[in-house]
């Protein structure tokens, strides 16, 4: 879902849209030209999840380079996911 012409929502848990994991927080993908970000990175455990909700935005998951973690609560296979 597009919120501005370069910040898309690409995931939620239980207690936001619940379109990933339950237990993932909102997650957006920023566009940034030739390279993307993700900000916040979820559980963890919805990964492809999210990589999926990405590529049906027409983007291409080696695109991604950065991930801004707006919390303390992650995985260490979220991170490595988007290496």
Do not use: H, W
């Not at 999926?52 to 490595?80: A, H, M, P, R, W």
């Amino acid at each position: 879902m597009r919120i501005t012409d370069d910040v898309y929502f690409v995931g939620s848990g239980a207690l936001g849209m619940n379109t990933t994991d339950p237990f993932d927080c909102n997650i957006y993908l920023i566009d940034g030209g030739d390279e993307l970000a993700i900000l916040d990175s979820g559980s963890g455990m919805g990964v492809e999840k999210v990589l999926s909700n990405v590529e049906n935005l027409g983007y291409l998951i080696d695109q991604i380079k950065y991930l801004i973690l707006g919390s303390s609560l992650f995985t260490v296979e979220t991170i490595f996911s988007f290496s």
